[in-house]
T-cell receptor
């Protein structure tokens, strides 16, 4: 079974600074998707960024980018120019490309943004 | 366009009482998911529907939990009787399709926070 590990229960960053959230996963599959979701206090999970495993290029979405290291099974999220609205729980998730269409989530990292 | 709607947002009940949660997915989304999110954890799938059919319910505790999606649109998740350990957030999500090898983004609702006293 696939597992997703987020080793940082909490991270903090100053407004306008850059922060990196870590995620590692375990799988024997070669084709899969990786995701970062944001969950603010409102509880609604919002997709931040998605990476297809077959793509070597790291995904980027405005201030959010990932460092995808397939061989190391590592998938970190970098948030640049952090804003107060970035404060939330961030979940890393893995989804097989063929066997199961249900994502496996990590335990989450709480991001605190200081003004 | 409206997102995934869930009600109620909060529910407090005493143990052994029944409780029901309602979810209305995004219009046109065939696949509906119910997730359980315990405090300090990521969501875990309880059940997935493709239209009216429950295609993945292996994690649903069937002795006390039940779900239905009679017309392939909105869905209800029920717990009877509720136990103290059921206190959690229950999330609903929907997507265009959950199978076929295509990527279809899941859109989540705001969840229902259940407290069992």
């Amino acid at each position: 079974a696939q597992t997703v590990t987020q080793s940082q229960p909490e991270m903090s960053v100053q407004e306008a600074e850059t922060v990196t959230l870590s995620c590692t996963y375990d799988t024997s599959e070669s084709d899969y998707y990786l995701f970062w979701y944001k969950q603010p206090p409102s509880r609604q999970m919002i997709l931040v960024i998605r990476q297809e495993a077959y793509k070597q290029q790291n995904a980027t979405e405005n201030r959010f980018s990932v460092n995808f290291q397939k061989a190391a099974k590592s998938f970190s999220l970098k948030i640049s120019d952090s804003q107060l609205g970035d404060a939330a729980m961030y979940f890393c998730a893995y989804r097989s490309d063929w066997r199961s269409y249900i994502p496996t989530f990590g335990r989450g990292t709480s991001l605190i943004v200081h003004p | 366009e409206a997102g995934v709607v869930q009600s109620p947002r909060y529910k407090i009940i005493e143990k052994k009482q029944p409780v029901a949660f309602w979810c209305n997915p995004i219009s046109g989304h065939n696949t509906l998911y119910w997730y359980l999110q315990n405090l300090g954890q990521g969501p875990e799938l309880l059940i997935r529907y493709e239209n009216e059919e429950a295609v993945d319910d292996s994690q649903l505790p069937k002795d006390r939990f039940s779900a239905e999606r009679l017309k392939g649109v909105d869905s209800t998740l029920k717990i009877q009787p509720a136990e103290l350990g059921d206190s959690a957030v229950y999330l609903c999500a929907s997507s265009l399709s959950g199978s076929g090898g295509h990527y279809n983004e899941q859109f989540f609702g705001p969840g229902t926070r259940l407290t069992v006293l």
